[in-house]
């Protein structure tokens, strides 16, 4: 700690504090993408074409089953190779949104299992459609029981964005990789990095917890 | 397979029930919950089923919501056939599409009331009018607060179903049912889920709907007392038969058959 030089603390700040904003917009974009593809995973397999539900199924377990930088390289390196070139950022996102998407998909299979069948029934005798069953009874329900499972990917999504700086996406991680390769001191931007993301982590979890009340309460479910 | 030919495409005549079970079986594996059932409910009818747990008296009303599959025989409803439709001159099972259009006309109230948990009460009423009936939301909200007037909570129509009771709550979800202007009503043991103390406040509702609205009405219940009192006739069902079946104090006051006799005395004493 004696080693610790304030000056150059201050010096790295600002390219520092820009990453910090590239890496919550990694993790907002990725998140968007998850929330929305996650749905479409879950409801998927709901349906009753076999095939479809077969398929998804099993490219959800995959996903699951394998390493996310192994997909964020496989996304940037091997699109190349079939004429699809894609930048670090958008191979990026596309690669930890679909990661998160299967997980998202499990949170929300879970949710939707969990509303009671006699709801499904309700919809029956009122004749409603498949889709306003899910859109206007189901999902809203299913949401509320879904927001811990979300929350815990939110912070896990936000985690896993160093490993967007394999592919050179100006996140945290890249930034403090530069600047250590650059000025041969390591200890301050991997210290700022932990920092960042204790700071942010931290909270996240009671926030969570307040967000999860605020939906129940809104839907007057509690 | 079932030669469906005996079976005719629609029912035809002066006097087509509004609902016909012709023929009808429900196995679930290899257990017989209803064994080749025969039962008309003419229009304006309020017909109660009664029997031992297990004697299929509640599938009869799942399946005539679509809730159950059937495994052979037809159900017509007004006429025209609910779990089949006509391909080719013959009856084949419905698909989804025809099912939705068919089952329509019928209302279902079940024990558990099943209302919609983040709506109000008078939002659980205007679901189905305003996305299902294609009603403007100033129509659907009129019809159910008209409905929640005459079920007497239309004081409680913004609250939540968790801040109602259980006997406010299956107010609301006949009010919600009746929304839908459903010909035939089923109630599948609507206050078994309930508290003595307030039973008689969806009891007394139903007793309205018999008397001022010239509605088809099945009925599943163990209250016998109030069987008696509102309904046009009686079945006793058993083993997934109708043992015996007639008017209410035919049934009541003279059983003709012994197990409806045991059925009955067990009840009394049950009381």
Known sequence: MLDWRWDFTFEIMPRMLWATLNTLMAAGIGYAIAIVLGLVLALAQRTPYRPLTFVVREAVEFIRSTPLVLQIFFVFYVGPQYGVTLSPWVAGMIAIGLHYAAYLSEVYRGGIESVPKGQWEACTALNMSTAQTYFRIIIPQALPLSVAGMGNYLVGIFKDTPMLSVIGVAELMHAANAIGGQHYRYLEPYTIVGVVFLLISLPSAGLIRAFEAWVRRKLGMS | ?271
Do not use: W
């Open chain 2, 1 to 271: 397979m079932e030669d469906m030919s005996r079976y005719p495409l629609e029912l035809t005549g002066a006097d087509v029930p509004m609902v016909r079970f012709m023929n009808v079986t429900k196995r679930y594996g290899s257990l017989t919950v209803l064994d080749s059932l025969d039962l008309d409910v003419t229009e304006g009818e309020m017909v109660t089923i009664i029997g031992p747990s297990g004697s299929g008296k509640t599938t009869v009303l799942r399946m005539l919501m679509t809730l159950e599959t059937i495994n052979g025989g037809v159900i017509y409803v007004d006429g025209k056939p609910l779990t089949h439709m006509a391909k080719n001159g013959v009856l084949v099972p419905a698909d989804a599409k025809y099912l939705r259009r068919a089952r329509s006309s019928i209302g279902m109230c079940f024990q558990h009331f099943n209302l919609f948990p983040h709506m109000t009460a008078l939002q659980n009423c205007m679901e189905g009018p305003v996305q299902v009936l294609g009603l403007s939301k100033k129509e659907a909200r009129a019809r159910s607060e008209e409905l929640l007037e005459m079920v007497g909570m239309i004081d409680k129509k913004d609250q939540h179903p968790s801040r109602l009771s259980g006997g406010q709550q299956q107010r609301v979800a006949i009010a919600r049912a009746l929304a839908m202007r459903p010909k035939v009503m089923l109630f599948d043991e609507v206050t078994s889920a309930l508290d003595p103390e307030v039973i008689g406040e969806v009891t007394n509702v139903i007793r309205k709907l018999v008397s001022e609205h010239n509605l088809t009405m099945l009925m599943v219940t163990h209250q016998m007392g109030f069987a008696r009192d509102i309904s046009d006739r009686i079945c006793f069902f058993f083993a997934g038969k109708i043992e015996e079946q007639g008017p209410p104090d035919a049934l009541f006051g003279s059983p003709q058959r012994d197990r409806t006799k045991q059925f009955l005395s067990a009840v009394k004493e049950a009381d």
